[in-house]
Structure formats: structure tokens, C-alpha cells
């Protein structure tokens, strides 16, 4: 079958899954592109990811929200400026729309895994830094205003992300459930790796020109970036929820 997810040997799932024993096994069903609705809907022909867990599953880790905000359109649009296009941040009414958007969605697709997998620890990985912000260095013809904008944007993401994931916990204790939601900061994750840099955790732009559209590769992280969310999560595993389990 064709593989419309884009899943990677390199992916994070795969050092996580081997740092611990699960007694049924585990199994990797991340999506590129997709949003919290493709979640519980499917994509690309692909049954919903929300159907791969239940009652005995004890951890699910995911990222999402990047989509749902239209990150990679907004920085297809930053590379290819448009000749009358002084900068990228004109989208940005556009991204606070779909911010306000994903603050009510989110909720809603954590509470349906939470009651799909009330056993599970759910841990949300945030989203990395992507420019360095210094000028001279090449973060793919976006200057250096345009590169704080971007970033300042991760940021947002990352604190409503924080605010629903800490939200969705306070219910579970509040119900005395036995499972976990838990929010993985990774802002300054691929701090001195940030696109344009000598070591970059994190793909450039490869863009679909006669589409001018991002490739799925776009914003991804490398190998080594997967290595360091794989380290990230590792580590907030053995850490724990901050507060007692049932």
C-alpha cells in the first residue's frame, strides 16, 4: 500500500519503544500532516488513529497542533514571498484564528483518547525552536524579524498545548482516573541545531513549486532531531506525571 503517512524508520517511536517493556508489544501510527480531526477521522485513506488504542493501552505519545495551525503553509509562504510581500507575519490573523481553533479541539481529541485508554499515560510533546534568530546565518531567505514571528508562534502553540494537556490531567485526578495526560516541553530541544546551522535537527523547506506547497519533509526533524524527542520523552517516562497514579 502507499505509505500516505510518510512514517520513518528514524522516528522517535522507535528508541522509546525499545527503552522500555511493554507486555503486548507496541505500535507506531504517526500520520505527517495530520490534525487533531484526522486523529479521530483518519487521513489518506488510513482508519483513524483514535482506533488503534483501548482499555489496555498504558502509554500513547503524539505530537499535534502544528497542522491544525497551518505551520507549514505559513513557511512555504515566508520562503517564497510574494514581490509585494515585505514580510511573513501577514498570516498571522489567519494563525490566531486556527490557535483559538485548536484551543476548542484539542480538549476534545484528549478527552477521547483519555476515555478510549483511561489506563494510559498520554504524554504531548511540544514543539522545537526552529530558527536561531542570528543574522547571517542561512534559516532559508526568512530574516531575522521573520524568524522571531515564526518562533514566537511555536511558543503560543506550545503554551495552549501546555494549557490543555495540564487541563485534561486536572480532570483525570479530579475524577481519581488511573491514567496521566503530561505535556514534554521541547521549545529549546534543538537549541544550537536550528535550521541553517552546521547540524540541523530540523529539515529546511523542500517545496512543491507548481503546487507552492511544502514537502513533507519540511520541518521535520532529522534523524538526530528525532533522536533528541526520543531522549525527551525517555525521560519524562521515567520521570512520571508529578503526581501519585491509581
Known amino acids: 500500500p502507499l505509505d500516505r503517512c510518510h512514517r520513518t524508520s528514524k522516528a522517535y517511536y ?61 513557511l512555504a509562504g515566508c520562503v517564497v514571498k510574494l514581490p509585494w510581500s515585505k514580510n511573513c507575519t501577514r498570516p498571522g490573523e489567519e494563525v490566531a484564528e486556527r490557535m483559538a481553533e485548536l484551543r476548542r479541539t484539542l480538549p476534545g481529541l484528549l478527552a477521547e483518547i483519555t476515555a478510549r485508554a483511561p489506563r494510559a499515560r498520554v504524554i504531548v510533546l511540544g514543539y522545537p525552536r526552529v530558527f536561531s534568530e542570528v543574522s547571517g546565518v542561512d534559516g532559508d ?5 521573520d524568524q522571531r514571528w515564526l518562533n514566537a508562534r511555536a511558543y503560543d502553540l506550545n ?9 485534561a490531567d486536572a480532570q483525570i485526578a479530579a475524577r481519581n482516573g488511573s491514567g496521566s495526560v503530561e505535556f514534554v516541553e521541547a521549545y529549546s530541544a534543538f537549541a544550537g541545531h536550528e535550521v541553517g546551522s552546521d ?4 529539515n529546511g523547506l523542500a517545496l512543491n513549486l507548481p503546487a507552492l506547497e511544502a514537502e513533507p519533509r519540511s520541518y521535520h526533524p532529522t534523524a538526530a532531531g528525532q533522536r533528541a524527542f526520543a531522549r525527551l520523552f525517555i525521560e519524562q517516562i521515567k520521570k512520571g506525571p508529578g503526581r501519585p497514579l491509581s
Open 14 to 74: 522507535h528508541e522509546v519503544s525499545k527503552a522500555f517493556d511493554f507486555a503486548k508489544g507496541s505500535e507506531f501510527w504517526a500520520c505527517s500532516g495530520a490534525t487533531t480531526a484526522d486523529v479521530l477521522k483518519g487521513k489518506g485513506g488510513e482508519p483513524p488513529q483514535i482506533g488503534r488504542i483501548g482499555p489496555d493501552t498504558s502509554l500513547v505519545t503524539l505530537s499535534i497542533g502544528g497542522n491544525d495551525v497551518g505551520f507549514s503553509k505559513v
Open 141 to 145: 531567505n526568512i530574516t531575522v524579524s
Open 159 to 167: 503554551r495552549l498545548i501546555a494549557q490543555s494537556a495540564a487541563e
Open 199 to 202: 547540524e540541523p535537527y530540523m
